[in-house]
């Protein structure tokens, strides 16, 4: 059974920094594009971050663009989004999302989900 265990969420103010880190459990790991959604109060979950298979392309939304930056480690099974300049809009629970598409991934793309972690941002 795959999973998607995170960690890194908690609570900054804004102008801070986290980083975000997903492990994936199985060795075919390097075999998925990887992404990171969020899903804030009273919105929908939304595209935030996709990486390809080798790491070399990269996707973001126009929202974290130049913010945010996700890279991934083949040889750890992780995948990682550094959050720079946080801002209270970035506030929502982040979620990895595995997929076999490339690109700036869908919601209907995603075959495996992580379970969330909060990330809050104060004002």
């Keep these: 059974q795959v999973q998607l265990v995170e960690s890194g969420g908690g609570l900054v103010q804004a102008g801070g920094s986290l980083r975000l880190s997903c492990a994936k459990s199985v060795p075919t790991f390097s075999s998925y594009a ?3 959604f969020r899903l804030a109060p009273g919105k929908e979950r939304e595209f935030v971050a996709a990486i390809s298979t080798s790491g070399a392309n990269t996707y973001y939304s126009d929202s974290v663009k130049g ?3 996700i890279s991934r480690d083949n040889g750890k099974h992780t995948v990682y989004l550094q959050m720079n300049s946080l801002e209270p ?5 982040y979620y990895c999302a595995a997929a076999l598409s490339s ?3 869908r919601l209907g793309e995603i075959l495996h989900w992580g379970q969330g972690t909060q990330v809050t941002v104060s004002s």
């Design 34 to 36: 990887m992404g990171w």
């Design 89 to 93: 809009e970035d506030t929502a629970v």
């Design 67 to 69: 913010r945010f930056t």
């Design 103 to 105: 690109g700036r991934l």
